[in-house]
């Protein structure tokens, strides 16, 4: 294996090479490009386990078929603020920004829109669709069937419940948006199977065995259960999401749900809820924003725990990684490039550089 | 003080307590009796933190006039799925079940439907809400803003958030009803304030200090702030609930929210949200139940972790207390009853007996 070592690219180089690798399965070109660009904002924004590094995974399901690279979403219900999208099967990114669109286009003259979504795959961060809400001066909300399951129900050792991620974001004016994108589970699946190739212990209280005992043993781990966030609270909101965005949608939920990584031969169903609440049918958008800024500066000025070097909102964190990423790149390490330097090889793309 | 034993009293008996007292401090009467239905269905299903416990804390609140007892909320912005209710700063209860009403009338037609409130005050448990939507065959949502500041900021020490509940509720068919109903600290503050009042410790993670130590001194717990659940995604949420639930509704959030037990000169300003999706603009209702038997009747029968007697459901555990306490009667222990006996007496209302 050669050693690479790391380098930065710049957003749009990214975002080209992407473009071009999907659009050699076969996809549309604008929807390569819709899907990139979703991928390159993830990476931006730091959320780098949901960015470019998944491509291998989405180009071998494209390319196998699992899953659909013409996909051509369709509306199947339709209510005045309550849509049914069906996927036609098609990449999650493309799926989820249709969604939203539609919910944000539906919000403007209703008020309020929600978009359920089936026949769908991986749609990466559930914080890009809130966000893109928010964008529009909307509170967004978005939810999702994690891509397979990973966790138990609470008191169970079965793995019958996906981390089901849910995001929620805000307007805000001159202040750093409100964006908060959280898993159900303690931690993601993705840190025990690294820890676990690696060889290393995992901390207790990250996961369960297979006999539901608490173990540090990354294998056992991995074969067993991951520990849901804050309890019972955490592996109930995984169920009640599941109810809302796989049960409600005609999507897959509970012993249904097909693993992303080992299943290339069954299409996922996954599903999806996007919210959009227009903020201006309640109160002007101005002085919402502008109450944004205000109470958010309260608090992040008030005073920080010992230890803690600056107090910190839901989506602070992620913004000032996307400034730097825009002024000094992307960071894309040794491993990542070795990935998709194989990867455009294969697909005869110029390969990525700085 | 005079002990007096745990007695045991029928939700009929209860709830005719509760409106004659609610009765006396001015409501009209059908209003006192909606309150009622909700504080009595509250100790029904075992919240009893949000019970009539509260009465005393109410009645005080209604007779100084800082809740208003002959309160009128009325709609003050109106799209077609997007309401916004002025609870005119009546007792949040029934402000709370006009909202959810209105939520739940407005998505029959419109498929989705979210009332943001104002001006109204504590509701008691989010849960409440939620399942009015869930028994009229739609997914429920409630939040609010919290009845005081207990929790500070992610990496901060400063009391500047509420635990901000949340709810979620689905119909079912021939199982419990999935109800998730949490606040988004580690434990409810009213256990940090009871550990106090016996001179007793808590433990660690439960409580920061006013330095932002964490600390096992219930009193240093109680001048400091409640541990968020989940770290930052519990402060997080919080937040984004807060934004939802207070700006966006034009109620209070952050510095100008006030204490219900101990502010009794201005009006609380508490905001919630309610949304209703009606389920049938999705998928026939009757399809969607049988799933949600089927998917939580698979989990429940799931294999159970070790020291677990059974696997555990949203909304199981108050169905069995709900089940219990209609058979057997609602337990009021000897505290509870001296408080009630007290308020009674003061009220010229017919004691609470068996």
């Known amino acids: 294996m050669t050693e690479r070592a790391e380098i930065r690219v710049t957003p749009e180089t990214l975002h080209r090479f992407a473009a071009a690798v999907l659009a050699r399965t076969g996809m549309p070109e604008a929807d390569a490009d819709l899907v990139a660009e979703v991928l390159v904002d993830t990476d931006l924004r730091g959320v780098r386990t949901h960015g470019c590094m998944l491509l291998p995974n989405y180009v071998q399901r494209l390319e196998c078929g699992v899953v659909n690279a013409k ?7 339709d209510a005045p603020a309550a849509v049914l999208l069906d996927g036609d099967n098609g990449m999650g990114h493309l799926v989820g920004v249709r969604a ?4 944000i286009e539906r919000a403007r003259s209703q008020g309020v829109c929600l978009v359920g979504v089936r026949n769908s795959n991986h ?7 809130a966000a893109r809400a928010a964008r529009a001066g909307m509170f967004g909300l978005s939810a999702s069937i994690g891509s397979n399951n990973a966790m138990a129900p609470w008191g169970g050792r079965e793995r019958l419940l996906g981390n089901n991620p849910v995001a929620l974001a805000a307007p805000s004016g001159a202040t750093p948006m409100p964006v908060l994108d959280f898993a159900n589970s303690v931690v993601a699946r993705a840190r025990i199977i690294r820890a676990a190739r690696q060889g290393e212990p995992i901390p207790l209280g990250w996961a369960l065995d297979p006999e539901g005992q608490p173990t540090t043993d990354s294998q056992a781990g991995l074969a067993g259960t991951v520990v849901p966030m804050a309890g019972y609270k955490g592996a109930g909101l995984a169920y009640m999401l599941g109810l809302l965005a ?7 939920f509970g012993r249904s ?9 069954n299409p996922q169903n996954i599903g999806h809820v996007m919210l959009a609440v227009d903020i201006a049918h309640f109160r002007p958008l101005a002085g919402f924003t502008a109450e944004v800024d205000q109470v958010s500066e309260e608090m992040r000025r008030s005073a920080p725990a010992p230890g803690s070097d600056r107090v910190g909102l839901p989506g602070d964190r992620s913004h ?19 990935d998709l330097r194989g990867l455009a090889d294969r697909l005869g793309v110029p390969r990525l550089t700085a």
């Open 71 to 77: 996909a051509q979403p369709r509306i199947v219900q």
């Open 100 to 103: 939203i669109d539609i919910a």
């Open 123 to 129: 749609y990466g961060p559930a914080g890009h669709y």
């Open 246 to 252: 796989g049960v409600m949608t005609g999507a897959a």
């Open 257 to 265: 749900v097909r693993d992303q990584f080992t299943d290339f031969a």
């Open 320 to 338: 000032r990684q996307a400034m730097d990423a825009r002024s000094l790149g992307i960071e894309m390490d040794g491993a990542l490039l070795e």
